[in-house]
């Protein structure tokens, strides 16, 4: 029996040339698509290496002169000057008021008047207690006139022998203790008279005073109210003395409190007036320090002139401390101090320099430091002059010009 395995598999038939021809276009395509990108890299390397860096952009400033000042910044208050307070030595009733809140006083005038009647009855009784204490004093003086005469007369007879010696005696002790009481009548009435005067100066002291001239700024007390001087005087009126001319009481750290000194100008400005500058000077730098939550701080008082009284007592002072000035200095922006141009060597050790633009190039300028106010700063020595441009920054044209382009983000 033939083999079915033989006969159903079909013989290998040859390949042509033919069938072989549509493979060779499909790799030379492969192959001129490689070449042509390895040319367009190449030429993209070589307009890329060819073509110019980006140019630099300088961020400038002029070289100009003008001022430097150092300036210590503290908040204080408007006050015045001696502010008075107005209590009461006696305790009573409030009978009378007249003197209210910005009323101008004299010194003596009264502002306020307490009952005056139970002192007034203390002055009577002392004043009758004095009439009886001279009344006194008159009769025991007509006694001690009787005793020097029947003193006189009894040391005669006795000389005599009219009278007995005893009866002499009795006569001159009787004559000293006429004398005695005499004595005692006039220091009875000193002691009237000095009880007298103490309950005249309580009396007076229902009339509430003003013991300057000034301008009352607190009222403190109405008609009627009981006012009780036991332990402590109570507060009727605060007054002003003058305010037109005040202070203003600023706390200055400690770390700035050194380069305070008296006779320093000083500037500051209030809430009520933003656009007005005020004027004074440093006229005291207390000792005694203020201690909040561990921070201390130091009471520097500024005076200043009030005349057009647009000052009140009490604002809010932000203060400025002139410690140190120049005037008509050369002066360079601090930016200017800090800039170095990438890889620019750094400074010496204890050097200052700018760089300045020159013919379109950064050249290094070595200078010489003075004042510096934390904006600008005092040029003592150094190859610069007034109108030089330094350098305070770089950027590149071609970030500014797409940073430029950029559309701008909604919001």
Same mark, same amino acid.
């Given at each position: 029996?033939?083999?079915?395995?033989?006969?159903?598999?079909?013989?290998?038939?040859?390949?042509?040339?033919?069938?072989?021809?549509?493979?060779?276009?499909?790799?030379?395509?492969?192959?001129?698509?490689?070449?042509?990108?390895?040319?367009?890299?190449?030429?993209?390397?070589?307009?890329?290496?060819?073509?110019?860096?980006?140019?630099?952009?300088?961020? %400038?400033?002029?070289?100009?002169?003008?001022?430097?000042?150092?300036?210590?910044?503290?908040?204080?208050?408007?006050?015045? *000057?001696?502010?008075?307070?107005?209590? %009461?030595?006696?305790?009573?009733?409030?009978?009378?008021?007249?003197?209210?809140?910005?009323?101008?006083?004299? !010194?003596?005038?009264?502002?306020?008047?307490?009952?005056?009647?139970?002192?007034?009855?203390?002055?009577?009784?002392?004043?009758?207690?004095?009439?009886?204490?001279?009344?006194?004093?008159? !009769?025991?003086?007509?006694?001690?006139?009787?005793?020097?005469?029947?003193?006189?007369?009894?040391?005669?007879?006795?000389?005599?022998?009219? *009278?007995?010696?005893?009866?002499?005696?009795?006569?001159?002790?009787?004559? !000293?203790?006429?004398?005695?009481?005499?004595?005692?009548?006039?220091?009875?009435?000193?002691?009237?008279?000095?009880?007298?005067?103490?309950?005249?100066?309580?009396?007076?002291?229902?009339?509430?005073?003003?013991?300057?001239?000034?301008?009352?700024?607190?009222?403190?007390?109405?008609?009627?109210?009981?006012?009780?001087?036991?332990?402590?005087?109570?507060?009727?009126?605060?007054?002003?003395?003058?305010?037109?001319?005040?202070?203003?009481?600023?706390?200055?750290?400690?770390?700035?409190?050194?380069?305070?000194?008296?006779?320093?100008?000083?500037?500051?400005?209030?809430?009520?007036?933003?656009?007005?500058?005020?004027?004074?000077?440093?006229?005291? *730098?207390?000792?005694?320090?203020?201690?909040?939550?561990?921070?201390?701080?130091?009471?520097?008082?500024?005076?200043?002139?009030?005349?057009?009284?647009?000052?009140?007592?009490?604002?809010?002072?932000?203060?400025?401390?002139?410690?140190?000035?120049?005037?008509?200095?050369?002066?360079?922006?601090?930016?200017?101090?800090?800039?170095?141009?990438?890889?620019?060597?750094?400074?010496?050790?204890? %050097?200052?320099?700018?760089?300045?633009?020159?013919?379109?190039?950064? *050249?290094?300028?070595?200078?010489?430091?003075?004042?510096?106010?934390?904006?600008?700063?005092?040029?003592?020595?150094?190859?610069?002059?007034?109108?030089?441009?330094?350098?305070?920054?770089?950027?590149?044209?071609?970030? %500014?010009?797409?940073?430029?382009?950029?559309?701008?983000?909604?919001?």
């Amino acid at each position: 029996m033939p083999d079915q395995t033989a006969r159903l598999a079909p013989a290998a038939a040859p390949v042509s040339a033919d069938a072989l021809a549509p493979v060779r276009p499909r790799r030379h395509r492969a192959i001129a698509g490689g070449l042509l990108f390895l040319l367009l890299a190449a030429a993209g390397a070589w307009w890329w290496l060819a073509s110019p860096s980006p140019a630099t952009l300088y961020v %400038t400033a002029t070289v100009g002169r003008g001022d430097v000042t150092r300036a210590v910044t503290a908040t204080g208050t408007a006050n015045p *000057v001696l502010t008075i307070i107005v209590g %009461t030595y006696v305790s009573g009733v409030i009978q009378q008021i007249s003197c209210d809140y910005n009323t101008t006083v004299s !010194k003596g005038q009264v502002c306020a008047k307490i009952d005056p009647r139970p002192y007034q009855a203390v002055v009577d009784q002392d004043q009758a207690n004095l009439d009886v204490a001279r009344a006194q004093l008159g !009769k025991d003086q007509a006694a001690l006139a009787y005793a020097e005469v029947n003193d006189r007369r009894n040391q005669q007879l006795a000389q005599r022998n009219y *009278v007995s010696q005893d009866t002499a005696d009795s006569a001159r002790s009787a004559l !000293k203790q006429a004398g005695a009481q005499v004595a005692l009548d006039q220091a009875t009435i000193e002691q009237r008279q000095a009880q007298l005067a103490a309950a005249q100066v309580n009396l007076n002291y229902t009339d509430i005073v003003s013991p300057v001239d000034g301008t009352v700024v607190s009222r403190n007390v109405t008609i009627g109210q009981t006012v009780a001087a036991t332990f402590q005087t109570p507060t009727l009126f605060l007054i002003a003395t003058d305010l037109t001319k005040m202070q203003v009481d600023t706390n200055v750290s400690e770390s700035d409190i050194g380069a305070i000194k008296s006779g320093q100008p000083a500037s500051f400005t209030v809430d009520a007036y933003p656009r007005r500058v005020f004027h004074g000077s440093v006229v005291q *730098v207390r000792q005694s320090p203020q201690t909040v939550q561990n921070v201390v701080t130091y009471d520097v008082v500024v005076g200043f002139d009030n005349a057009d009284l647009a000052l009140r007592p009490g604002m809010t002072a932000a203060t400025d401390i002139i410690t140190a000035q120049r005037t008509a200095v050369l002066r360079v922006p601090d930016q200017a101090l800090r800039f170095s141009p990438p890889g620019a060597p750094a400074a010496a050790a204890g %050097t200052s320099r700018v760089w300045v633009l020159r013919a379109g190039k950064p *050249v290094a300028v070595a200078v010489t430091t003075g004042l510096d106010d934390a904006t600008n700063t005092e040029i003592l020595q150094g190859d610069l002059q007034s109108g030089d441009r330094v350098i305070l920054g770089q950027q590149h044209a071609a970030a %500014t010009s797409a940073a430029s382009a950029a559309p701008a983000p909604r919001l």
